[in-house]
């Protein structure tokens, strides 16, 4: 076996060109991958137990993996932790009458006004590092909310039990763990009665008036922006928009339109796409051999009109290219890709309000959502293939051949080329010597 | 008389009235008086409308990723953004980097802006509070910005770097799956535990933002002020519709006062640097292919239709041959059709470019009014086998085209992975 040892050495501009895609690559996904690590550590907390005064417990963020993990704090973190443990042991000292007397108060009767302003009022604890945070642990953080917990802050957006003044109380303790809780060890947990979960009183949970007027003016208002969108930009509006736009063309020394970056890109897209299909139409009506004169006949056909396609794909290409450089082209734009009238003009997505997207369960949700994660993985892979082929294939082609590191290279490229990088091929040589 | 000077009063009271409007509905609400500052192509207001056209052109600089460049750099990104859009007047392109001079031709430019399509209503898109759940946004997959990272690497690299780096990105797209896959489950019990709790009867559910915000007073806070903010600026953009007119009106005469001092550049052809990368490169080589196809093409029909031609000359030319004729035709004209129809398939776009907002149907409730989630699974396992297919096609052409290179080699045998 050859090749497998070798290595291949990239020229510089090259690598620099693939490995910056490359990385571009990777640093978008890195990028949703945090995003959704964001909503993920928001919606596990809403399942654990709520505890409206307890803090929720930081959990590091997922940074580059290959940096190291967050539990390892460095030297200055653990400095910075210590001072800070210091700190909140003596406030609990401090504090230990006012939080016994206030602990009575922190019962969160859900509908009780004082109750709730107080609890939330709890500032968090800001420590200096999240490391440090989860290190202390929940003793000491909660010294620190009951020392705050008598500011006056946010009435209104107090929870309201609906109907009833029904008082959350979890009787059992264990009841109290739904599906979704985790890390929250029973010993941190201070009172029974505070607690509940989603699963259990989720049903009961009422938006604060100020917020649902916010939000149904909201939908309101941007209802009416689509609407006016269409019927209500009077006439005379529009024509001294478009006279305005022709002024300021024509002073600047061009009467055509300039098609922009976005529609240049999308048309190249399809006429690529035009391309390819027709290229591979030809070649199957050129390896079909025809048996009647019929069969001939429409061969004949299919050639010619593929003939006037490809040079209507050579018109609009001229037409484009001549659009761009500025010289006034023969031909009008008149076709357009779909989705460009939407990016340049934006004439065409007019309604701005959301629309209701409805799911049944969760594996419908699954589906869909998995779906669009692939299809823009998929964009992406095909994105970086181009990439590769144009700065890979060249290089085979110039390379001495037979020597181990070309054996190397093309060992590599029909892995990345033709496997998705997932399997490789195996050179031999069939020496004659042996 | 009188009649009229209230109109001519009116109306201007009307101008200062749409420029306070359009200053409330913009991004960071610039003073109005910048505006009119900025007809007497006054030096001070330039710096404030370079950082609002910076924030206009570019979704990125809402997140301060880009408010924190420098003046050169905005006025940089600001006209290569432009150039992009295809803003014809080259005198602002033309401005050196970081002058403050020329505010009356940025005014210009953010006319021209409002003019070509609803800026205002896409700008607010942008930034819109977010209360109801999503699908992933992925478009930051296949996009990355402009702002793509540059590699220092300036000796040869070895290509196993490359492989590692593919190796790495197929796992983290498992992983983002994965994780996707759990925010899903969550997302649904959460809706689940929380239904009927909505005053909106359509909804029915709460959002995890609407339920963060019960959880988290702060939280609720902030996003009752975001979203107040954004109806003030909702209320400005509607009442600048309402009054736009006079401000066009206004603009015709800046336009005036600007046109004989900078005579217009005459027919250069600037090719500006973004098409010509990314699009032209692209698009002349298409060129290139398609010419050598339509050569092809060319030498195989011109004899074909030659021998046919003779041949045609000796059969006979009845009713029945020339129907028999007219429809193969017109068999051919239709699968033409349709293969032209084919590559507009592809290029449409996946999903519905509207914002959504998820609801889970209660089970046994009747259908609801809206986009149903099966309808859109559809269209997009339609878009992934599309795109399979072109990815697969990529493979099995460089596939051929090492064959080709290997096949040159005597003495070598390439064992292919099982699966070929």
């Known amino acids: 076996m050859l090749g497998v040892k070798a290595s291949y050495l990239l020229p510089a501009d090259c690598a620099q060109r693939l490995v910056a895609e490359l990385q571009g690559a990777l640093d978008s996904c890195a990028d949703q991958q945090r995003q959704l690590e964001r909503s993920l550590r928001v919606s596990r907390r809403l399942l654990q137990v709520w505890e409206p005064t307890r803090t929720p417990s930081p959990v590091p963020e997922t940074k580059e993996e290959d940096s190291s993990p967050a539990c390892t704090p460095s030297s200055q973190d653990l400095e910075e932790l210590e001072l800070l443990t210091q700190a909140l042991e003596k406030a609990v000292r401090v504090r230990k009458g006012v939080s016994n007397a206030g602990q009575r108060d922190r019962t969160p009767s859900l509908t009780s006004k004082a109750t709730t302003s107080g609890t939330t009022a709890s500032a968090h604890p800001q420590a200096p590092s999240r490391t440090g945070s989860r290190a202390l642990g929940a003793r000491p953080t909660k010294g620190i909310r009951r020392a705050t917990a008598s500011a006056k802050d946010y009435p209104e957006c107090r929870l309201q039990t609906r109907g009833d003044k029904t008082q959350v109380r979890t009787q059992d303790q264990a009841a109290g763990y739904g599906p979704g809780l985790r890390d929250q060890a029973p010993s941190s947990v201070g009172h029974a009665t505070e607690l509940f979960t989603l699963k259990e009183k989720g049903t009961l949970l009422q938006l604060p008036v100020a917020f649902r007027k916010a939000a149904s003016r909201n939908s309101r208002l941007w209802a009416q922006l689509s609407s006016t969108q269409t019927n209500d930009s009077t006439d005379a509006t529009r024509a001294t928009k478009t006279q305005f736009l022709h002024k300021l063309q024509m002073a600047s020394g061009c009467s055509s339109h300039r098609p922009c970056a976005t529609e240049v890109e999308a048309h190249a897209q399809s006429l690529r796409k035009a391309c390819t299909l027709l290229r591979r139409h030809v070649q199957k009506e050129l390896a079909a051999a025809p048996t009647d004169w019929m069969q001939e006949y429409r061969c004949l056909l299919t050639l010619e009109g593929l003939q006037t396609i490809v040079g209507q794909c050579l018109h609009r290409i001229q037409a484009l290219q001549a659009a761009v450089t500025e010289q006034p082209p023969g031909v009008c734009l008149a076709e357009k890709p779909t989705q460009v009238s939407s990016v340049c003009e934006g004439e065409v997505d007019s309604s701005w309000s959301p629309e209701l997207l409805l799911y049944s369960n969760t594996k419908e949700l699954q589906t869909l959502a998995t779906l669009k994660l692939r299809v823009a993985m998929l964009e992406q892979q095909i994105h970086l293939e181009k990439v590769l082929m144009a700065e890979l294939l060249p290089l085979i082609n110039t390379q001495e051949p037979g020597r181990p590191p070309w054996l190397a290279l093309c060992r590599v490229t029909y892995s990345l080329l033709c496997e998705g990088g997932e399997q490789f091929l195996t050179v031999l040589r069939d020496d004659p010597a042996d | ?420």
């Open chain 2, 1 to 420: 008389m009188g009649r009229r000077r209230s109109r001519v009063e009116g109306a201007a009271r009307a101008l200062p009235e749409a420029v306070a409007a359009l200053s409330r509905s913009l991004p960071a609400g610039p003073s109005p008086e910048i505006f009119r500052r900025a007809k007497f192509d006054r030096p001070e207001a330039a710096p404030v409308l370079w950082q609002l056209l910076l924030r206009v052109l570019s979704p990125l600089a809402a997140n301060n990723t880009w408010t924190d460049l420098a003046p050169e750099a905005q006025a940089r990104v600001v006209k290569s953004a432009l150039g992009s859009r295809g803003y014809p007047r080259s005198v602002l392109l033309q401005f050196p980097d970081g002058s403050s001079q020329g505010s009356r031709e940025l005014l210009l430019a953010l006319s021209w802006l409002l003019a070509q399509g609803p800026l205002l209503e896409q700008l607010l898109a942008q930034t819109r509070v977010q209360v109801g759940d999503q699908l992933p946004q992925c478009e930051a997959l296949t996009s990355p910005g402009p702002l793509a990272c540059l590699v220092a690497t300036k000796s040869p690299v070895d290509l196993r770097l490359v492989e590692w780096l593919m190796g790495k990105l197929r796992f983290r797209w498992r992983c983002l799956i994965l994780s996707q896959r759990e925010q899903c489950t969550l997302l649904s019990k959460i809706h689940l535990y929380t239904q009927g709790c909505h005053s909106q009867q359509s909804l029915g559910h709460l959002s995890v933002a609407e339920t963060e915000m019960l959880r988290d007073p702060e939280s609720s806070q902030q996003l009752l002020h975001a979203l107040e903010s954004e109806n003030a600026r909702l209320e400005a953009a509607l009442e600048w519709r309402r009054c736009e007119l006079v401000f066009w009106q206004w603009m015709d005469t800046v336009l005036d006062a600007c046109s004989p001092e900078t005579p217009a550049v005459t027919s250069q052809p600037t090719a500006l640097p973004m098409i010509s990368e990314g699009g032209l490169g692209e698009l002349e080589s298409v060129r290139q292919e398609l010419l050598a196809l339509q050569e092809e093409l060319r030498e195989v029909a011109e004899p074909r239709r030659a021998a046919w031609e003779s041949r045609v000359g000796g059969l006979g030319q009845g009713p029945e041959w020339s129907n028999s004729r007219k429809a193969l035709r017109e068999v051919v004209e239709r699968e033409l059709a349709d293969l032209q129809g084919s590559w507009k398939l592809c290029s449409t776009p996946a999903q519905p470019q509207r914002p959504h907002r998820l609801v889970r149907s209660k089970d046994g409730a009747p259908r609801r009014q809206g986009l149903q989630a099966a309808e859109v699974i559809r269209t997009l396992s339609a878009k992934e086998d599309c795109l399979k297919k072109a990815l697969h096609q990529l493979q099995c052409q460089c596939q051929q085209e090492l064959a080709r290179l290997a096949g040159t080699l005597p003495g070598l045998i390439w064992v292919l992975p099982p699966g070929h």
